[in-house]
């Protein structure tokens, strides 16, 4: 995508990929711990997690507070299913697993409240009143267009593209094949693209 | 440890403008989340420790409901059911026989028939 609605958004930056917090050596130690009971190493997992994991709740459900359930029940279900973790496989897909698992089940579930209020951090203060009205446009049409996406294309695209995960990873969160990602993610792209397309015309 | 590899190709503008429409979640009491999953972790953690500590013990505590029926009816048994039969050794039989010997001494004959009727008369009235 290039054009004015491209540079209307580039100066947000952009979060750090699934890669630089990819997981490390001693997780499978560490759930070995937990599986004793081990509050320190659960709480180091909860340390090293639960930033990304509020962050890509938060992308699903769309609330502060629901987000920091979920996140704690995601938690509570891995001392739950410790047992059935495999060891030698990485804790992150798991998890993640759990947790948009269950925040798929609960943006079904639950009567989620209005999410139409524009958050604090997606406002912008253009340089003149005609700019601020292009961003309001843009933003509208492609929150729009999100929503009238397929779920599984708009979780693939929160985690894909607001969340930074690889196409191999959302493949293991969602137990899907690392095709079926890329045919979802490209239906995904061309619709917004879609959405977008007038303001790439009139760049 | 896997490594996952970014295969598919990003779209920096999408992703940017993706970022611009939804914003950053936003900032949350980091502490006070730690503190409530760990809070919530503690009674799970314990029954870990705990099963993790004495599998053993975990596993026969469900016996022992089970062993105290079985004691109960043990015991039960011994004391009414299986009554030991008195003993009765050889010297015992031998001064038994030599009583009724002294104290009635046609009991052989009695049981024999071959005693006369004055004999019976005696053996009755224990002259």
């Known amino acids: 995508m290039s054009g004015q609605g491209a540079h209307l958004a580039l100066d947000v930056p952009l979060r750090p990929s699934a890669a630089a917090v990819a997981p490390v050596d001693d997780e499978a130690a560490l759930v070995e711990r937990v599986r ?4 320190a190493a659960f709480e180091t997992l909860v340390n ?37 973790f495999q060891a030698g496989r990485p804790f992150a897909p798991w998890f993640f697993r759990i947790l948009v698992n269950r925040g798929l089940n609960a943006r079904k579930a639950r009567t989620l409240r209005a ?60 137990e899907i094949s690392d095709g079926t990602v890329r045919w979802h993610l490209h239906e995904a792209r ?14 | 440890m ?9 779209d920096p503008a999408l992703t940017a403008a993706l970022r611009g429409a939804y914003g950053d979640p ?14 919530r972790a503690e009674l799970p953690l314990a029954r870990m420790r705990h099963t993790r500590r004495s599998p053993w013990q975990a596993r026969f505590r469900a016996l022992v409901p089970l062993a105290a029926a079985a004691g109960v009816v043990g015991t039960a048994f011994a004391l009414g059911v299986h009554q030991p039969e ?18 009635l001494p046609d009991v052989s004959e009695l049981v024999a028939s071959q005693a006369g009727s004055d004999q019976l008369l005696d053996a009755a009235i224990g002259s």
């Open chain 1, 36 to 39: 004793a009971g081990d509050g």
């Open chain 1, 48 to 84: 090293r997690y639960m930033r990304r994991a509020f962050s890509v709740a938060y992308r699903l459900l769309g609330q502060k507070e629901d987000a920091e359930d979920l996140v704690q029940e995601a938690f509570m279900a891995v001392l739950q299913r410790v047992d059935t």
């Open chain 1, 115 to 174: 999410v139409d209020e524009i958050p604090e951090t997606a406002a912008h203060h253009g340089p003149s009143p005609e700019r601020d009205a292009e961003r309001t446009e843009l933003r509208d049409r492609l929150r729009t267009a999100m929503e009238t996406l397929p779920e599984r294309q708009r979780t693939i695209v929160q985690l894909f593209d607001l969340e930074g995960f690889a196409g191999p990873e959302i493949a293991e969160i969602l």
């Open chain 1, 190 to 203: 061309k619709t917004l693209k879609k959405a977008l397309a007038p303001y790439e015309r009139s760049a």
């Open chain 2, 2 to 10: 896997e490594t996952w590899t970014d295969d598919i190709e990003r």
């Open chain 2, 26 to 39: 936003p900032e949350t009491e980091w502490d006070a989340l730690r503190g409530a999953v760990m809070a």
């Open chain 2, 86 to 103: 008195p003993r009765v050794t050889a010297a015992d039989r031998a001064q038994v026989e030599l009583i009724l010997n002294e104290s």
